[in-house]
């Protein structure tokens, strides 16, 4: 079974500064890869996702995110942190091998405080 | 265009009881999953329905149950609660069962005492 780790339940950055936060999957072959945002009291929204084209994906609200193969990772960055970028980030991993594609693996998730 | 809609937002039930969430997805996506997400647990996959055909199923008992009607509007019915079902319920729609782009609703946060 496909599975994402996220490094870091809890990540707190100043505002300006550069927002890492860091998710690897495990899987036999290819994955479609996914991080989605939580604010609080709200469902999630999708942030940006990697289905095997451009390596480097672009979502919204400036966050972007590279997908490695040598280090089965999909780190999700942001050059600048806003106070509005405070929320949970989770990443997950679709399930393409049995056809599930909307049965998505979370990860733990990632809190993120921004800080002035 | 209107999100997905999940409704009752909160809800209180007692262990046994039964409770049935509603979710009415975006106009034009076919395909409803849902998910719990728990503290302890995280976000887990519950169902998937498309075209009123459950198309994946996660690793729940059989207490959990769900359907979807022709007009894409999905229900998921737990039976005999317990009080580790204490969750929040999210929907999510997608226009196909494909890549899994998916919208999520607000959810609906049951509490079992």
């Known amino acids: 079974a496909q599975s994402v780790t996220q490094l870091g339940s809890h990540v707190s950055v100043s505002e300006g500064a550069l927002v890492l936060l860091r998710c690897n999957y495990s899987?036999?072959?290819?994955?479609?890869l996914f991080w989605y945002v939580q604010y609080p009291n709200k469902g999630l929204q999708l942030l940006l996702k990697?289905?095997?084209?451009?390596?480097l994906v672009k979502g919204i609200n400036g966050f972007e995110a590279e997908f490695k193969k040598s280090e089965t990772s999909f780190h999700l960055t942001k050059p600048s942190a806003h106070m509005s970028d405070a929320a949970e980030y989770f990443c997950?991993?679709?399930?393409?091998?049995?056809?599930?594609?909307?049965?998505?693996?979370f990860g733990t998730g990632t809190q993120l405080k921004v800080e002035l | 265009k209107a999100g997905v809609t999940q409704t009752p937002r909160y809800l209180i039930k007692t262990r046994g009881q039964q409770v049935t969430l509603s979710c009415s997805p975006i106009?034009?996506?076919?395909?409803v999953s849902w998910y719990q997400q728990t503290p302890g647990q995280g976000l887990q996959f519950l169902f998937e329905y498309f075209s009123e055909t459950q198309r994946n199923k996660g690793n729940f008992p059989g207490r959990f149950s769900g359907r979807q009607f022709s007009n894409s509007r999905s229900e998921m019915n737990v039976s005999t609660l317990e009080l580790g079902d204490s969750a929040l319920y999210l929907c999510?729609?997608?226009?196909?069962?494909?890549?899994?782009?998916?919208?999520f609703g607000e959810g609906s946060r049951l509490t079992v005492l």
């Open positions: 997950a991993v679709s399930d393409q091998l049995t056809g599930g594609g909307n049965k998505l693996t």
């Open positions: 990697y289905t095997s084209a451009a390596t």
């Open positions: 106009s034009g996506h076919r395909s």
């Open positions: 999510a729609s997608s226009l196909t069962s494909q890549v899994g782009e998916l919208f």
């Open positions: 899987s036999s072959v290819p994955p479609y």
